[in-house]
């Protein structure tokens, strides 16, 4: 694929742009908030807000409601953030997840962009969305008192764009493309990963399937069991607490090497909100965190620790969302992270313990058991650990067997990582890419590039 920077300029109102293109209103290169037919009261698939992630092209999930009201849309166009904070976080998605014609609908806080074929390809409407100039004019068009911010729409449809021809637009959405694709394969790939891990874990410690002596599953096989207060479980195992584990719990500050250098030291900090998107395979942009040479608790998390969510309020919230350190984790983040102090961190006495803890831990929060483990006052409300690791019974398995899942699925979770490494890193070209093609400053060369 070979790109022409070679490019006669025009001035223009909205500066330099390549003469064979033309200036257009946002109106009249895309439909605002175009008609779509949905009646109310139908039950329809909804998009919200909440399923749009920064500078994600593909929309994360969807739920099922009953239309009373918000902006619709269907396959081919984008959604756009139009309150603050969303929209300054980029979060802007191109709509491919629908039935062929099935009409949708999502917050009222989007705003909805559809392309006119003689203008603008859909996709190139969703970069263009998306680029840092426009960005910036539609961050600096927002009205409303501080904290519930808008974009107007009638605002919006004057800004000014550049638009080379739909071929050339074709040409560049299939360049953005081609990186977002691999994206979203990883990503897929990453949930299935994950979900067989979990699937894993589950039929060997819930359902007692895990490999006997010979290989084969121990409950299907014939295992003996024994009857105790949680019911049967294997003849080996027991009825214990959290706490029967050699567990240390310490603050986001706490970890493997103390920090001795004379100046502060910044760090990466992971907070509550990062917690879901890492252990995806998200490798978000955590923010930076300056902290003390003469404060002797600061140090590093370290692979196998536990990072926990410690403060959510509700079974809607986030208490005891769980993340495992791993190398690819601490390798990634310069050796240098923290965690915030609406977490703590979990540490064992072996890396088997740890890898089993914290499967464990993310079943407890799918069940939602930590909620009925918080202390404090109405709303801020924190997960009490000694309550927790002292009262609620588990079952503990043998050693053997912690030991054998680990090495069993622990590369699981480095291919996870690994996939989001490589993600990071396409996700870098294709934002120094996007600005230069959506402007101009690169030319795809249209005679070299062959239809797909």
């Known amino acids: 694929m070979e790109m022409k920077n070679k490019t006669k300029f025009k001035e223009t109102e909205i500066g330099k742009i390549p003469e064979d293109w033309e200036i257009v209103s946002f109106k009249d290169a895309m439909e605002i908030n175009p008609y779509r037919n949905l009646n109310k009261d139908t039950t329809a698939k909804f998009v919200p807000m909440s399923a749009l992630k920064p500078f994600v092209r593909k929309i994360t999930y969807l739920e099922k409601r009953i239309y009373k009201g918000g902006n619709k849309f269907k396959n081919n166009d984008t959604l756009l953030a139009k309150i603050t904070p969303c929209l300054e976080n980029g979060k802007t998605a191109f709509v491919n997840v629908l039935e062929k014609e ?73 360049i953005l493309s081609s990186l977002d694709d691999k994206i979203e394969l990883n990503n897929k790939i990453n949930n299935s990963l994950e979900q067989i891990s979990q699937t894993i874990f589950k039929h060997w410690f819930i359902n007692f399937e895990f490999p006997n002596e010979q290989g084969k599953p121990y409950k299907s096989s014939g295992g003996e069991f024994v009857d105790l207060e949680l019911g049967k479980i294997p003849k080996e195992w027991r009825i214990g607490f959290l706490n029967n584990f050699n567990i240390e719990v310490g603050s986001g500050k706490w970890g493997l090497e103390k920090h001795t250098d004379k100046n502060s030291l910044e760090v990466n900090c992971i907070r509550g909100t990062d917690l879901a998107e890492i252990n995806v395979g998200r490798l978000v942009n955590l923010p930076k965190r300056f902290i003390s040479a003469s404060d002797g608790k600061n140090s590093f998390l370290r692979h196998g620790d536990i990072v926990i969510e410690i403060s959510g309020g ?139």
């Open 102 to 174: 099935e009409v949708a609908f999502g917050s009222s806080e989007f705003i909805v962009l559809s392309s006119k074929p003689d203008k603008t390809d859909p996709k190139f409407l969703y970069y263009l969305a998306i680029e840092p100039n426009f960005r910036k004019v539609t961050i600096k068009s927002m009205t409303g008192t501080s904290g519930r911010q808008r974009v107007q729409n009638s605002i919006l449809e004057n800004i000014l764009v550049a638009l080379p021809s739909i071929s050339e637009q074709t040409k560049i959405v299939k």
């Open 314 to 452: 509700s079974p809607t919230q986030s208490t005891g969302r769980v993340l495992f350190i791993s190398k690819e984790i601490i390798n990634f983040y310069n050796n240098k992270l923290i965690c915030s102090n609406f977490c703590k961190v979990i540490r064992t006495s072996n890396i088997f313990e740890s890898y089993y803890l914290y499967n464990l831990l993310k079943l407890l929060y799918e069940k939602g058991i930590f909620f009925n483990f918080e202390n404090g006052t109405t709303g801020i409300k924190n997960l009490d650990f000694k309550f927790l690791f002292s009262r609620y019974k588990i079952i503990i398995p043998g050693k053997k067997v912690v030991e054998y899942f680990f090495y069993k699925t622990h590369n699981l979770i480095s291919k996870i990582y690994n996939n989001a490494i490589q993600n990071d890193k396409l996700s870098q070209i294709r934002d120094t890419l996007l600005p230069k093609l959506i402007t101009g400053k690169i030319r795809v060369n249209l005679e070299d590039i062959k239809e797909s």
